[in-house]
Structure formats: C-alpha cells, structure tokens
C-alpha cells in the first residue's frame, strides 16, 4: 500500500512544530523576529538596534546610543508599520528602546566557515539537534535542516567564545 503525497510544509512550519515539542519555540520565534526585523528596517538600522525580546506584544530593542535612539523613535510609526508585514511581526504592538548591546551583524566575513570549522558543540547541544530534526520524515531534508540548526548554533557558541568587540573587529577587516 502506498502512502499518499502530504501538503508542502514550509521549512519554518516544519521547524516551529518541531521546536513546540523540544521547547526551542523561543529560539524559534526570536530567530524568525531576528530575519523580519533585518529585513524591514535594513542593515543600517540594524547595525544599531536589534530586537532583545518580545513580551505581551512589545517588542524591546537594545540601541547603541541615545542618538539612535532618538532617532528611532522618530521612525517608530514607519519601522512597526514594515515590521509588520512579516509573519514574525505580527505579534508587535509596540516598539520600546533601551540603551544596550548591540551585536555586529558582522558574522559574514569571509573567514566564518573557517572560524565555525573550529567550534565545539557539546554532546547535550548535539543532541538536542538531533531531536529537533528527528520529525522530518525525508531524510535529504532531515540532513540540511540538521546542518542549518548545527551551524547556527555554532554560529552562537562564537559569538559566546569571542564577544561582540572581537566579532566586531574581525567583521570590519
């Protein structure tokens, strides 16, 4: 007996269902916030304010200076606006700032595969993945979705091992 076709399921779907059960829906969430918050205000802005964290439908940016700042409230309406226009900003009623970290978008410098290549994961953290990417039925899929969670979280150990100032130095090379 053959098993009928199932409907597409986009690979977010596929990873935030995942993630209920594994109780990595906050990374989830705050990853996808992440992506639609670069994308709606762009890598200026984004090189100074990121998202911090999302609670009761205010979103709580960390600002690298009170001139941003000001500036930003200035562009609150017009920012919120964009921002919801992606699945992932729906949720944002509100924008709030704060003075705090801000950390490079950097990471895309030439040298990061080799940089990852040297990164640990701890045996728990590897397992963990392996039970995130578990659901997938296809095995092809399975596989590159094992890689991404495997290099994001590799990609979070770096930023953990180097810091923002170094990571910071190293995106201006």
Do not use: N
């Not at 100074?48 to 000001?70: E, F, M, Y």
């Not at 399975?142 to 930023?159: M, P, Q, S």
Request: with cysteine.
């Amino acid at each position: 007996m053959r098993r009928g076709f199932s409907v597409p399921q986009s690979l977010a779907d596929v990873l935030e269902k995942s993630s209920k059960r594994l109780k990595f829906t906050q990374h989830v969430r705050e990853y996808r916030l992440r992506v639609a918050w670069m994308k709606a205000v762009g890598r200026t802005i984004a090189q100074h304010a990121q998202p911090a964290r999302i609670t009761g439908g205010v979103l709580t940016l960390d600002v690298d200076s009170p001139v941003w700042v000001q500036e930003l409230k200035l562009m609150a309406p017009e920012i919120l606006s964009r921002l919801r226009r992606y699945p992932a900003g729906r949720s944002v009623d509100k924008i709030r700032f704060r003075i705090g970290t801000v950390e490079p978008i950097e990471m895309l410098s030439p040298e990061l595969p080799e940089r990852l290549s040297g990164v640990e994961l701890d045996p728990d953290t590897l397992i963990q993945l392996d039970r995130l990417c578990a659901p997938v039925a296809d095995s092809d899929l399975r596989g590159i979705i094992r890689r991404v969670v495997e290099k994001d979280a590799k990609l979070r150990r770096l930023r953990e091992i180097e810091g923002p100032a170094e990571a910071a130095r190293r995106g201006k090379e």
